[in-house]
């Protein structure tokens, strides 16, 4: 994809920066070193907190002594469970998933009873990091070992060990979508029962961590009754709602400033345990408080991601026409659930269907506790998962019926002249062409040179195979109409907030609820705002991510921010422009109706030349000497736009995949996508946007799984047992557009954020299996690791656990029954 | 690397050492601890924030500075061993207010979006360069290899080096230096 220039610029018709490829403005400081990370932040006075961490997954506090870090030098306080037991609440569910869920509690700091590696015992609070983490050796714990729950499988059978033993299983709920309930479609265990073919799998989302660049970190400042906490949060603004309640600080008291923040993808839409602790450290104190991660301790405590067994049946007629769908999960929460923690498998229910015709379909699926960190939105939340599954049972059934896989999907999709489309979960489908994007992808592939030259190594039985494969998706994005989240039980709206401000020199604050943490916000905002209003780009200030500054938001995730956020400054511009047409009318002595608005000055219809541009107008309202009567004398103004409706941004993937059949190592030899994401304000970041989502979606599907051994330690805890890709692993990619917009906002954006994360996933994994399927060879776990793909490919089966004997990842015998996780239950290897 | 004397020989020793270090053209002179690690001490001792810290397993390349001309990760490297060396940061490559070619390539290559692997990045390239004056695809990715990014895929990383390996080469695209503000303003 290039840059989109527009080469005529006329005074007439002045050149649009939406659709430009311009150069970011947040580069400036982040090239330079001129950042303001939080933990970059010191404060007079300021102390260190470290934090005391369970060894054990599971186990009851039966001794706890803090005396040798209380004597330590520099240390000025150590607090427990018990120092804040009455204090410290719950940090919150917001997605409780059905009225029954069980939520057992989610303290800061264990008070009793531990229940997974990592959570937090006790906190040090030092005049120094250094001195601070030096006593955390000095802390003397008792725990009496508990049952450690780790497999969903098991854990669901009745008798199993409890997580929570004041609970009654380990479900916290059951969630069901059934289409011919809600209406949307036909009876699902008919359209199985009539059926002429039905294919049937069990695939394992494994569990991942999204592994943000920059660690957590939180700085708290008291100052008397009043609370400023930096942290390294996508939410601002939902952490202030939060902390507020959970702790009892009255909101109002309390301001939340996310600085500079290094990426979060899901990771940092949160309430920590580490955000309460500070505040609560700081109240307890009066002095400025400031908790840092290191890498270790971020991997093994803040949330994880995925952590899914899905069970998915298909039914079909012979000539592959798609009848039925049922889907049922075990969706693992972890310990405890955390913000979204139930929601985000919840919210998979509406995308399994993915951009297919299907006339039934069922959903059902089962959160389970697991003595483990919890999991909760990691890019993409739920639409990966659903598109993984759907994307691979297609090919599955293309299998079954001896069909061309894409002559299959051509069969069952929705036709370009069918949007807006209502599928059988109930979402209407905004717009798109999928036929157009997959024939854009196959070109930009080389596909038929490929395939012959797959054609040749099959034939000469090379020992290294190629693979040629397709991932056809869809997924919904913008976050959301308030009122269908309030539908699904969610505790907030989905709406989002822009204020303008028209300073006295012409300048221009937009301010936005949208917290960025990589995406480019003050860019594509400042071409919108370029656009509306005809200033010049550089006038253009944004603000962002400060509670006291930005006072209402919803923040950053789910692919929302230009499509509701970017919406919300088009809505509140335009506020501007109808208030200053007045003003110009009154100082131009002419009608409103009879002004024409371009290029940012006002002007009188067919008298050009004289007029008086929005800048000025600025300066005018400022001074006030002469405006219209009855008016406030002020340009400004604020918008909060409610999306009516998600949009639905679509692509077509495709992946050619080297598979060595000797050594199983796998190769992505070439990759191309086209996307459509709707309207595009700055094809620069999309293409950064699709580039940063596939890395992470090819990472799942070749590099990536968090692991816990059979005791419930996490054998995946740095950045040397968790792989993530360098440059050296990840390919080129060739990405593209076609542009349908959306037609739920008036820019026709569709959000971009999650698209190459959710749609490389299957890709891979089918391009994979197509160059070994001849092989006999029907599934293979991912990540496709190299010792995997060869047991696959020579052993059958879909290559077992990572763990096996002699890795460091071992813990005892491996099931094949679970994501990740290693257990004496079942026999080494994993074949199925 | 400019020999000191190895940590664990003062381990016993309650004597805290002098260091005396240049850093970005200015020198320094500290008493520090032995075991404070290099990018520790840029930090929080001399406010050198630039630099950050990614990891504690020497994976992430997010404090690579240069020692003595060689690019380090600075959280493998003691202050002590920094001991009559000089360092650059990322605060210290632009000349002026005019941006090194690096820093000029990730900004107009798009090479970055959270920022918070730039400096590293921007720092490990820069002595890529210097060894291999007119790198390869390939070459880039393999050289970069110690330093992670979770947010672009690395693609446009991968231009940016071979861009600002252009420009150093004296075979630059012709573009005016950039300085802060122009930066700023694109
Ligand atoms: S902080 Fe030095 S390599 Fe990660
Ligand atoms: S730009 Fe965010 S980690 Fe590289």
Redesign the pocket.
Known sequence: MTAVEDPTSTASAPEKLVGQARLRKEDARLITGDTTWTDNMTLPGMLHLSVLRSPVAHARITHLDVSGALDSPNVLAVFTGRDFAEEQGSLPCAWPVTPDMVNPGHPSIAVEEVNHVGEAVAIIVGRTKVAAQDAVEKIDVDYEPLPVVLDMEEAVKDGSPLVHDHTSSNTSYHFVFDAGDAGTGGDTEQAFADAEVTVSRRFVQQRLIPAFMEPRSVVVQPSGDNYTMWSATQIPHILRVMAAMVTGIPEHKLRVIAPDVGGGFGGKLQVNPEEILCLLVARRLGKPVKWTETRSESLMTAHHGRDQVQFIDIAADREGNVKGLRVRLLADMGAYLRLITPGVPALGAFMFPGIYKIPAYRFECDGVFTNKVPTDAYRGAGRPEATFAIERIMDELAVELGMDPLELRRKNWINAEEFPFTTVAGLQYDSGDYGKATDQALQLLGYDELRAEQQRRRESNDPVQLGIWFSTFTEMCGLAPSRVLGSLAFGAGGWEQASIRMLPTGKVEVVTGSTPHGQGHETAWSQIVADELGVPFEDVEVLHGDTAISSRGLDTYGSRSLVVGGTAVVKAAEKVVAKARRIAAHLLEASEDDLEFTGGKFSVKGTPGAGVGIQEVALAIFAAHDYPEGIEPTIDAEATFDPVNFSFPHGTHISAMEVDTETGFVKIRKYASVDDVGTIVNPMIVEGQMHGGLAQGISQALYEEAIYDADGNLTTGTFVDYLLPSAADLPHFDTGNTVHPATSNPMGAKGVGEAGCIASTPAVVNAALDAVRHLGVSDIRMPLTPERVWRAIHGGGDGGDRATAGTNAYGGASTETSSGVSTEASSLGGDK | MTAAAHPCNEAEDTHVPQINVRVDGTSYTDDVEPRTLL?HYLRETLGKVGTV???DT??????TVHLDGEAV????VLAVQADGSAVTTIEGIADGKTLHPMQKAFHEMHGLQCGFCTPGMIMASIDLVGDIPEPSDHEVREGIEGNLCRCTGYQNIVKAVQQAAAEMRGAGTGSAPATHEAVAQA
């Open positions: 990018v810290v990614g990891c020497s994976n992430c390349g997010a404090c990760k600075s959280c493998t």
